[in-house]
């Protein structure tokens, strides 16, 4: 969520960063909303002063007898109270009414992001590996898989529908074994891992930015008839209050963890890992990657967060993409680094990293991972602070980041096109041949 303060104070920085993102949110509606709030929340408060000096009134004239007196400013005072539970109820309204606006605005991106209209203009800032030259023609691992006996898009449909993925034999495993890979050296790099709930509260999803704008994208359960009940997160979003919802990443579970909580400057930065299973109902834009294990509602991932200080998330988010490429590299899986132009970034980040693996298959790169620093902006919607009685009086916002580290089912994709042999074979990298029980190559027998 943008500081409103800044809105306010320096609207023409907001429009212009905004204009940058191709974002059509409405900075002078949010100023007209604004004034209005205010300029109710002034004659509220006037009224009641005005109130508690007549009720003081009051009382010194019974003090001194004159009732008749005291009796007409009695009169006064339900006059005035009749007209603060009008403005009480107005100044809810026009309130709510900043907060829709303020919910539905994307972050600003950081100084450093590139300016860009969508992904063609991201910027490419390195590259690791070289792509392998195979003496035969690579096969996609759409083919490659069902062919090993090791997945089962045909059965997936009968127990789901498309875009889901069975795995079976050494492709389960091959998934639990890049699981628990991850898991190890994130662990091994200061990481506190976690096993968090798959499902989500409204609050927790509105804390990370997925509620209200990404609503529709979100797998859900029924609403309780009474949820909404003292919601103050807004109409639509408390329209949605008493859901439970499927999450689309641990990202939002992990930084919800300190929602509505102060930290002590001395913890910062925490950094935390989690795998969890992830639901998307929209997996991505309409006729592409539909084959295969790159787009799908159901998948698994492996994601880093980390509370920081704002002077150090810059850093922060550089070692997170460290952390993410370490596991790229530790597996030999050639791959790129790209950062995000303002066209293409996420709703809730300030700037964006993606790694992008190398697959012989379709020859060319594919996301693999996306490291995030969202800034102050989901710790401003999930209120969580911190304090440092050494530097400054009560309490800032932390700065929060997410990445991917990273999703195991486009990891498992690559790994078996990129170690795929000419007899359609797969050769298992050494790094995760402990976690495979020694299995040294994966076969169709």
Known sequence: MLDAKLIRDDPQRVRDALRSRHSSWDVDAFLTADLKRREVLAELEALQARRNETSKAIGELMKQGQADKASASKEEVRAINEQIAILESAQRATQAAVDELLA??????????????DETENVELKRWGTPRDFDFEPQAHWDLGPALGIIDFERAVKLAESRFVLLAGAGARLERALINFMLDTHADAGFKEWWPPALANTETLFGTGQLPKFEEDLYKTATTSDANEGCSLGDKVCQ?????????????????????????ASQLPLR???????????????????????????????????????????????????EAEKILELLELPY?????????????????????????????????????????????????????????KGSRLVHTLNGSGLAVGRTLAALLENYQQADGSVIIPEALRPYMGGLERITAS
């Open 336 to 392: 790129r680094r790209i950062v995000l132009c303002t066209g293409d970034m996420g709703f809730s980040a300030t700037k964006t990293y993606d790694l992008e693996v190398w697959m012989p298959g379709s020859n060319d790169y594919r996301e693999i991972s996306s490291c995030s620093d969202c800034g102050d902006f989901q710790a401003r919607r999930a209120q969580i602070k911190y304090r440092d009685p050494a530097q400054f």
């Open 240 to 264: 949605t209050a008493g859901k439970l919802y499927l999450i689309p990443t641990a990202e939002v579970v992990l930084t919800n963890i300190h929602r509505g909580e102060v930290l002590d």
């Open 272 to 322: 935390y890992v989690a795998y969890t299973p992830c639901f998307r109902e929209e997996a991505g834009s309409a006729g592409r990657d539909t084959r295969g294990m790159i787009r799908v509602h159901q998948f698994d991932k492996v994601e880093m967060v980390k509370f920081a200080t704002p002077e150090t998330s810059a850093d922060e988010l550089e070692h997170m993409t460290l």
């Open 104 to 117: 539905t605005a994307p972050n600003l991106p950081d100084a450093t992001v590139p300016v860009g209209a």
